[in-house]
């Protein structure tokens, strides 16, 4: 069997200046996929709008957000690289790939809804009917993302993604530019989702996305599943 290519797009975005406040990459939802991926014998390359150093949000490395997975990655030199070295969106070709895959943080929020090479990428990838995967707060890469006849791509489809009950929860309103629940529903989306923390995705042809940090194995599992790699 040819091995399976996924790109999993992370953000640049690493402080949130107005409040002083560092923010990133939700670590969580990086490596638990990640290691899924590739022990599915999936080949990964990790990009990023600036390429170079994508960074982490420090509280995800807190302790209390800790997973078998993240303690995996602070161990993992290879895997760390690929975070340290990521290659400039603007260099990507979507026809290397077999899907896209985007990990949340508050980071995604700021520097992905309107980045060209994101928004082209995304576009691109559901055309020629790849699986387009998004989790947590990453689903706000697809805000101004467009179908063919140049609707927004998620009128009228299932998605979830982080909730307005969640973001309150966290204490966290302040890091977003927007609400991603209400973004997510002003573009037509049928916004779907689980009990606030618990592990829920859900896909719609080849759109999957993920409500919360919890969700990225679903996530995952769903990509890998499309990907025709599971029994």
Not at 123 to 139: D, I, M, S
Not at 156 to 173: D, L, P, Y
């Amino acid at each position: 069997m040819e091995t399976k290519k996924v790109l999993i797009v992370v953000t640049s975005f690493g402080e949130i200046k107005d409040i002083g406040k560092k923010t990133g990459l939700w670590i969580e939802e990086f490596a638990t996929p990640y290691y899924k991926l590739i022990e599915s014998g999936i080949e990964v390359t990790v990009a990023s709008p600036e390429g170079g150093k994508a960074p982490i949000d420090p509280r995800s490395e807190q302790p209390e957000f800790s997973t078998p997975a993240v303690e995996r990655f602070q161990n993992d030199a290879e895997a760390k690289e690929r975070l340290n070295q990521t290659v400039k969106l603007a260099d990507v070709n979507a026809d290397d790939y077999d899907a896209v895959f985007y990990p949340g943080g508050h980071g995604p929020m700021w520097d992905l809804p309107d980045n060209p090479y994101s928004i082209s990428l995304i576009e691109t990838f559901y055309r020629q009917g790849k699986p387009v995967a998004l989790v947590c707060h990453a689903p706000a890469a697809l805000k101004n993302v467009k179908d063919q006849n140049g609707e927004p791509l998620i009128n009228g489809k299932q998605v979830s993604g982080f909730t307005n009950t969640e973001e309150t929860a966290g204490q966290s309103i302040e890091q977003a530019p927007f609400l991603l629940e209400d973004m997510l529903k002003e573009k037509g989306a049928v916004y779907v989702k689980g009990a606030d923390w618990e592990a829920y995705a859900v896909q719609d042809g080849t759109l999957i996305t993920g409500q919360n940090p919890a969700s990225a194995a679903l996530v995952a599992d769903k990509i890998i599943a499309a990907l025709s790699l599971v029994d």
